[in-house]
Nanobody, 120 residues
Framework: VQLVESGGGLVQAGGSLRLSCAASGSFFSINPMGWYRQPPGKQRELVAVMTSASTINYADSVKGRFTITRDNAKNTVYLQMNSLKPEDTAIYYC???????????????WGQGTQVTVSA
């Protein structure tokens, strides 16, 4: 199973970026799917996560600015980031709970990370 992220980059404060993460490989199901980030010198933290039933959890710091969406048919999750702030600068990682077979549990998978840099 691979999680491939795209969409990071450099943007000015107040700007927008859209991240995408597509899961590929052989598996039975994915739940949940979401985004974490690791700012420079800090620990990895939750940004937003979405279950297959569309239950969503956002970090307080991004509520009202970021929107997570998911295309279950494409096994893809998106993160629309608006009104970006310099403190949003981080490496953003896609995360998925993957059930490889119908009779197995869920295993944690991570993408390789994509850099988001917001200049003041």
């Amino acid at each position: 199973v691979q999680l491939v992220e795209s969409g990071g980059g450099l943007v000015q404060a107040g700007g927008s970026l859209r991240l995408s993460c597509a899961a590929s490989g052989s598996f039975f199901s994915i739940n949940p799917m979401g985004w974490y980030r690791q700012p420079p010198g800090k620990q990895r933290e939750l940004v937003a996560v979405m279950t297959s039933a569309s239950t969503i959890n956002y970090a307080d710091s991004v509520k009202g600015r970021f929107t997570i969406t998911r295309d279950n048919a494409k096994n893809t999750v998106y993160l629309q980031m608006n009104s970006l702030k310099p403190e949003d600068t981080a490496i953003y990682y896609c995360n998925a709970g993957v059930r490889l077979r119908i009779n197995t549990g869920f295993y944690d998978y991570w993408g390789q990370g994509t850099q988001v840099t917001v200049s003041a």
